[in-house]
């Protein structure tokens, strides 16, 4: 009989979506850079999302839509019936909506499983039955990963996570697809909103209390308030939607700011709206930004961040960025007023941005971090296969 063909150990990631500007791309970009010859990887998508099969299919990656809504025993009856098919050597869950699937991954009999909490639910898990609930799931995790230092220590302390078994892997940002703007910047907004000389304030994020948008519009209406020649040239652009955005309009408006200001909500052109951004502002009160702020340094833009533990790992202070307190809107527009002001400063700041993320947050080398988190798992496996009784 010929020679079984030996194939690579199969990873399956678990993810609430897969949308077109979410975390989907960025799972299948990261999944590309790994090499094929460790690990295959499919996707199971635990709710609908948008059509990304073909994105699938270019990079090598089998998606599954379980195509159903809700959290109940049918749904868990189709992940299970999917996990049991697909039979993957290591389950990889993300944040709360995907904690569940390490239940199911273990009744499915797999062996490994892996645990990633990226802070966009963090909110919730902060609740007493899903903290409850995390705690309950703990075992059956074989190893956690946490995309930021606060969220490593939450997993330990709040978790009861043993230190031995989380790893701190930042997010990676792809930067080729966010560069520095080559030429004159684009012409966006409505008409009027871009001139020769205006100056771009920008944030991107979910517009709701965490992300603290209303500190940012107010920062924005002290500037432009001011004789200070050079804040007549500001712009102010927020892209995200939530329960905020008409709050923050409504500031713009009372204030007759409206036509300086572009609040167009949800954006697929990211990369192409951050190179026209001149300063990236991210007010934050939680680590749910921290994709996005690498995102912008990689296209050579300053920040003014939050000092936030998840941002202060980030942003260094008079190097490529600078930190102020959460909910200072004066001491937030005083900071945006030296890079107006001093446009150089940004410059030296934003390129010294862009060099931090290549060196340290590139996606080659998030990929090396979960490999080395799947050989762990799977050599600790070996070990014990190994083991006499």
């Known amino acids: 009989m010929p020679d079984t063909v030996h194939q690579p ?72 019936k999917a996990l049991r098919a697909l039979q993957p050597d290591v389950v990889h869950t993300r944040n709360l909506s995907g904690l569940r699937g390490q239940m199911i991954a273990a009744l499915a009999g797999v062996k490994l499983r892996v645990h990633a909490e990226h802070g966009r639910e963090r909110a919730e898990g902060l609740r007493p039955g899903h903290r409850w609930l995390r705690r309950l799931l703990r075992p059956l995790v074989g190893h956690f990963v946490a995309v930021s230092p606060e969220l490593e220590h939450w997993l330990i302390e709040q978790v009861g996570a043993e230190p031995a078994r989380v790893s701190h892997i930042s997010n990676g940002v792809d930067s080729v697809q966010f560069h520095p703007r080559l030429g004159p910047p684009a012409a966006i907004g409505p008409d009027g909103f871009m001139h020769d000389s205006a100056f771009v304030i920008g944030s991107i994020g979910q ?39 008409a709050e923050c309009q409504s500031m713009l408006n009372r204030a007759g700011a409206a036509h300086r200001a572009w609040l167009p909500g949800d954006r697929s052109d990211i990369p192409q709206l951050l190179r026209a951004m001149d300063l990236f502002v991210l007010p934050s009160l939680s680590a749910t930004g921290s994709a996005t702020l690498l995102e912008a340094m990689a296209t050579g833009l300053p920040v003014v961040a939050t000092d936030i533990a998840a941002h202060t790992g980030l942003v260094h202070p008079g190097f490529t960025g600078i930190l102020v307190p959460s909910l200072s809107p004066d001491l937030m527009a005083a900071a945006i007023a030296d890079y107006c002001r001093i446009p150089e400063m940004g410059a030296r700041h934003g390129a010294r941005a862009r060099s931090q993320v290549i060196a340290r947050h590139s996606l080659p080398a998030m990929a090396r971090s979960y490999l080395a988190v799947y050989d762990g798992l799977t050599r600790q496996r070996e070990a014990a296969v190994r083991k006499p009784a």
């Open 9 to 80: 150990p199969l990873v399956v990631h678990l993810v609430n979506q897969l949308e077109p500007a979410n975390t989907g791309n960025g799972l299948v970009s990261l999944i590309a850079h790994m090499p094929p010859e460790r690990y295959r990887h499919a996707i199971v998508c635990l709710h609908d999302s948008t059509d990304t099969q073909a994105a699938g299919r270019e990079r090598g990656v089998d998606i599954i839509r379980l195509h159903q809504s809700g959290n109940g025993l049918s749904h868990d009856l189709l992940l299970y």
């Open 207 to 245: 517009m709701d209390a965490a992300h603290s948008h209303s500190t940012l519009v107010e920062a924005f209406l002290r500037l432009i308030a001011s004789p200070h020649a050079a804040h007549q040239k500001l712009r102010l652009m927020i892209i995200g939607d939530g329960p905020c955005r």
